[in-house]
């Protein structure tokens, strides 16, 4: 019994192992194998560390993963891997670095974890989650359309480059990423303070989520209502970031390709009707 309650975390290790097996033996570089490993592993800690009510468990994940692609994949390495890097390398015709990790983490991973990686990877959201503004403190804005509009900006950017037969694209794309980051960083603190929301950037002007959103909806992982326990208090909806209805069990629920699987919700849930389980309902 208590082996089973780890299961969520032995799966989503695996998944990383094997997808760095995989790249290792298909690219014959041992490096994949450690990145997607240890990943894996950063990921697992964090879940089993939430299993046992550890209260900074989502926080450490975020750190170590995080910290990890910033830093050392992106500083030290030199990889732009902002979504300026994936068009870059989709462009060169090169499944590398920002390729591989946007096609694991952001457009077929999504389909196992939903949104988790904005949850408990991503560097830009492991800072704006520190601001003080941790519940919204007004209803949604419908200003998602802006995403969209920064999605085409990276994408002309890096097209531009390549119709312009720019040189040195390697340096550019580096420093892009450090421009990148500054940019949204600083718009994702404005943004927090203005709106009293840390998650107004992810919400509003991630470019990424164009990417996360459709491909979530299909989540085999999200959280559900258990209804014969739920007392309608309202709790979960008042402190969830993203603004999800979580008492709505159908996958059409109010910003249901929102969720984050940050689980605030099940934390405050008096009758523990919220679980983290696999997703069964279509509609």
């Not at 550890?54 to 390495?77: D, E, K, P």
Request: positive net charge; aromatic residues 14%.
């Amino acid at each position: 019994m208590k082996l089973k309650k780890y299961i969520m975390p032995i799966l989503l290790f695996t998944v990383f192992a094997a997808v760095g097996l995989t790249l290792w033996l298909t690219k014959s570089n041992v490096f994949y194998l450690f990145n997607f490993g240890y990943i894996g592993t950063a990921i697992a800690l964090g879940l089993i560390l939430f299993i046992n009510r550890y209260r900074h468990a989502r926080r450490v994940t975020q750190i170590l993963v995080g910290g990890y692609m910033l830093i050392y994949l992106g500083l030290i390495c030199r990889e732009n891997m902002q979504l300026e890097g994936f068009f870059y390398y989709l462009f060169t015709g090169v499944f590398e670095a920002a390729t591989i990790h946007y096609a694991v983490a952001k457009i077929f991973g999504p389909l196992l974890f939903g949104r988790g990686w904005c949850g408990y990877a991503c560097w830009t959201a492991a800072v704006l989650d520190l601001l003080p503004y941790k519940t919204p403190a007004h209803p949604r804005k419908k200003l998602g359309f802006i995403r969209y509009i920064t999605f085409a900006v990276s994408l002309v950017f890096v097209s531009a480059l390549f119709l312009c037969h720019v040189g040195d694209l390697e340096r550019i794309m580096f420093y892009a990423f450090i421009i990148g980051n500054v940019l949204y960083y600083g718009s994702g603190v404005i943004l927090a303070f203005v709106m009293k929301d840390n998650r107004a950037f992810c919400k509003y002007l991630c470019p990424v989520t164009v990417f996360l959103k459709p491909m979530s909806y299909f989540s085999l992982l999200r959280v559900n209502c258990d209804k014969s326990l739920c007392v309608n208090c309202g709790k979960c909806r008042r402190v969830c970031p993203m603004n999800v209805d979580m008492t709505d069990n159908s996958r059409r629920r109010e910003n249901g390709t929102e969720c984050i699987l940050c689980m605030e919700c099940t934390k405050v849930c008096p009758k523990n009707a919220l679980g983290h389980r696999s997703g069964k309902n279509k509609e």
